[in-house]
C-alpha cells in the first residue's frame, strides 16, 4: 500500500512565525503536491513537484514556498504565517502512469493564532 | 474562476437506493476526471476515474458517466450503504491523474439507514 505521511495532524502557531510543513511518500513517486482545504472552496493546489529540486507554482502560492531536496519528501513553507492560513493541508504523491492517481496524506489541520 | 463545480453541497438518500453526485467543468482542455471520498480528519482516498475518450467507466458498485459535450459528470453509488456516507470531490486534469488536480467543492453525501 502507498503510504504518504505528514509529520503533524494537528498544529498551533502563532501569526508571524516560519512553519514548516513536512510530507514523505514511501513508493518512490515522482510526482508530488500540496493543497489546502477550506469550507465551501474543495481543494486548491499551492505547490507541486514533478521531480527533486524542480517545484510548481499552483493556482495560490501567495504566502508559501516548498522544497524538495530528496525524492521521498515535500517541504511545504509557511515564510511568515497568517491567520489566513489556517487550514486544512493535504499532501499528495503520485507515480507514473497514465491510469495512475494521486494518493494523499491524513492532512494537517494547522491553526493559526 | 471555479473551473470545476459540484453545485449541490449536500444529499441525502435512503440506504438502498441509488446515490447520483454530479459535477460540471468550464475548462474544456480537462481530460482526465476522477472522484474522491473524504471522512472527516482524514486525506481523500481515489474512488474512481474516467478518461475523455470513455462516457462510463464501472468500478462494482460504483459508476461515472462523463457527457463531454455538456461538460458534465455524475458518479452513480448503487445501492448506497451507511458507510458512503462521506465528502465527494470531484477533481480533473487536462492530461493524466497523476499531475496536478482541479478540484470541485465537495458534495457531502448522507445515507439514512
Known amino acids: 500500500d502507498v503510504k504518504v505521511t505528514q509529520s503533524s495532524r494537528y498544529l498551533v502557531k502563532r501569526t508571524g512565525e516560519k512553519v514548516f510543513l513536512e510530507c514523505v511518500q514511501d513508493?518512490?513517486?515522482?510526482?508530488m503536491f500540496w493543497y489546502r482545504q477550506d469550507p465551501g472552496l474543495g481543494l486548491r493546489l499551492i505547490y507541486f513537484?514533478?521531480?527533486?529540486?524542480?517545484?510548481e507554482k499552483g493556482d495560490i502560492p501567495e504566502g508559501y514556498s516548498v522544497s524538495r531536496e530528496k525524492k521521498e519528501r515535500f517541504s511545504l513553507i509557511l515564510e511568515s504565517a497568517s491567520t489566513n492560513q489556517t487550514s486544512m493541508y493535504l499532501c499528495a504523491s503520485a507515480g507514473p502512469g497514465e491510469n495512475t492517481e494521486a494518493f494523499f496524506g491524513q492532512g494537517t489541520r494547522l491553526t493559526v493564532v | 474562476d471555479q473551473q470545476v463545480k459540484q453545485n449541490s453541497p449536500s444529499l441525502s438518500v435512503q440506504e438502498g437506493r441509488i446515490s447520483i453526485l454530479n459535477c460540471d467543468y468550464t475548462n474544456s482542455m480537462f481530460d482526465y476526471f476522477l472522484w474522491y471520498k473524504k471522512y472527516p480528519a482524514e486525506g481523500p482516498t481515489f474512488l474512481i476515474s474516467i478518461s475523455s475518450i470513455k462516457d462510463k467507466n464501472e468500478d462494482g458498485r460504483f459508476t461515472v458517466f462523463l457527457n463531454k459535450s455538456a461538460k458534465h459528470l455524475s458518479l452513480h453509488i448503487v445501492p448506497s450503504q451507511p458507510g458512503d456516507s462521506a465528502v465527494y470531490f470531484c477533481?480533473?486534469?487536462?492530461?493524466?491523474?497523476?499531475?496536478?488536480?482541479?478540484f470541485g467543492t465537495g458534495t457531502r453525501l448522507t445515507i439514512i439507514p
Open positions: 477533481a480533473a486534469s487536462p492530461n493524466f491523474g497523476n499531475e496536478k488536480l482541479t
Open positions: 513508493m518512490d513517486h515522482e510526482n
Open positions: 513537484s514533478y521531480d527533486v529540486k524542480m517545484k
